[in-house]
């Protein structure tokens, strides 16, 4: 079985620019959560979504936005991009509706805003 | 919202001793609680979890323990190998069950 696929894995875009990032979850996992991982701030939940439905989103301003679609595929895009979006994005994907599960991680998208 | 705290962010051990890895959190109504491990380079993978109706679990070197009124939780590896050698995050679940709050990660080294 795949494990969570995320493209592109490396970016490089300049201020002010936007980014899609994209995240292919485990065959039959109907739950995706992006997160932002960065040396100073660690991991930060970014938003979850389920069956379609954001079900939680983390504080962040409105620039970060997100989808999934009906194959539970989902997408990440961050607009107006800013020195300080510059970090690794971890998408994961959950069997479960509800947390107690494994949560499986992707390789993450790592972006550099210059 | 939930705040997670994690202690040390650093843990330096010689092989074959143990490493304990402390965290708290902030909101009583939280009920899973799972423990990843970053290698450098890869994705966070889950080593071990426990839910709020349970007071300790083990999984080989590996056990977690969990004080639900002390609202703490702690990862426990015993006869550390370099391998072993990665950052472990803490985290719990809000209690809607569709987020985690990590912890600020421990950079653990075991020295052969």
């Known amino acids: 079985k795949a494990g969570v696929t995320q493209t592109p894995r490396y970016l490089i875009k300049t201020r002010g620019q936007q980014v899609t990032l994209s995240c292919s979850p485990i065959?039959?996992?109907?739950?995706v959560s992006w997160y932002q991982q960065t040396p100073g701030q660690g991991l930060q939940f970014l938003f979850e979504?389920?069956?379609?439905?954001?079900?939680n989103k983390g504080n962040f301003p409105g620039r970060f936005s997100g989808r999934q679609f009906s194959n539970s595929r989902s997408e990440m895009n961050v607009s107006t991009l800013e020195l300080g979006d510059s970090a690794l994005y971890l998408c994961?994907?959950?069997?479960?509706?509800?947390?107690?599960?494994?949560?499986?991680f992707g390789e993450g998208s790592r972006l550099t805003v210059l | 919202g939930e705040n997670v705290e994690q202690h040390p962010s650093t843990l330096s051990v010689q092989e074959g001793d143990s490493a304990v890895i402390k965290c708290t959190y902030s909101?009583?109504?939280?009920?899973?609680f799972p423990w990843y491990k970053q290698e450098l380079g890869k994705r966070p993978q889950l080593i071990i979890d426990i839910r709020s109706n349970v007071g300790e679990k083990k999984d080989q070197r590996i056990a977690v323990t969990l004080n639900k009124t002390a609202k703490h939780f702690s990862l426990h590896i015993t006869e550390t190998q370099p391998e072993d050698s990665a950052v472990y995050f803490c985290?719990?679940?809000?209690?809607?069950?569709?987020?985690?709050?990590f912890g600020g990660g421990t950079r653990l080294m075991v020295k052969p």
């Open positions: 994961a994907s959950s069997l479960n509706k509800f947390l107690g599960g494994e949560l499986f």
């Open positions: 979504y389920f069956s379609e439905t954001q079900r």
């Open positions: 985290a719990a679940s809000n209690p809607a069950g569709n987020m985690l709050t």
């Open positions: 065959s039959g996992h109907r739950s």
């Open positions: 909101d009583s109504a939280s009920n899973y």
